[in-house]
């Protein structure tokens, strides 16, 4: 027992007081900036999140181009999100009823009703179908009569 306390003699006059103090204060601002970073990323809590996948119809392969809109219930922008390479995106949202809508140009555009609940995450699949003539005659048509 006596070599372990001698040990530690020697090891405690070879630490200094502001050795100590500067390896707290580092280690307490790293862990400070952690956290403020952690809590910048993580959504709100009880902010439910919507995610929205977008796939070919056919061929259920990801459409990673298409530009989706969030909406209000009266077509009132809130959000233009880009899916990633799997077709997913995503974002936080107050609770509420929100209208989907996806576009492409290769596509006939597509919409969804949503309703977000506080605490909920809700996942919207949306599956675009090739656009013909007469779908583009018809959303031309509906633009315009609107």
């Known amino acids: 027992m006596g070599l372990s306390f001698k040990m530690l003699e020697s090891f405690r006059r070879n630490i200094s007081m502001s050795r ?7 280690a ?4 400070s900036i952690t956290g403020a970073l ?11 999140e919507l995610v929205v996948i977008v796939q070919d119809a056919k061929t259920q392969q990801t459409v990673p181009d298409a530009t989706i809109e969030i909406l209000t219930p009266r077509d009132g922008l809130i959000t233009t999100l880009k899916p990633n390479w799997a077709g997913k995106s995503s974002c936080a ?3 509420g009823h929100y209208r989907v809508r996806v576009r ?5 555009p597509e919409m969804r009703e949503v309703q ?3 605490g909920q995450n809700t996942e919207v699949r949306v599956q675009l179908r090739v656009a ?3 779908s583009v005659g018809n959303t031309v ?3 315009f009569h609107h």
């Open 20 to 26: 100590v103090q500067t390896f707290v204060g580092l």
């Open 28 to 31: 307490a601002g790293i862990l």
């Open 38 to 48: 952690a809590a910048y990323f993580k959504p709100a809590p009880g902010k439910p």
């Open 93 to 95: 949202l107050d609770e």
């Open 104 to 108: 492409h140009p290769r596509y006939a």
């Open 116 to 118: 977000l609940i506080s």
């Open 132 to 134: 013909t003539s007469s």
């Open 141 to 143: 048509r509906r633009f």
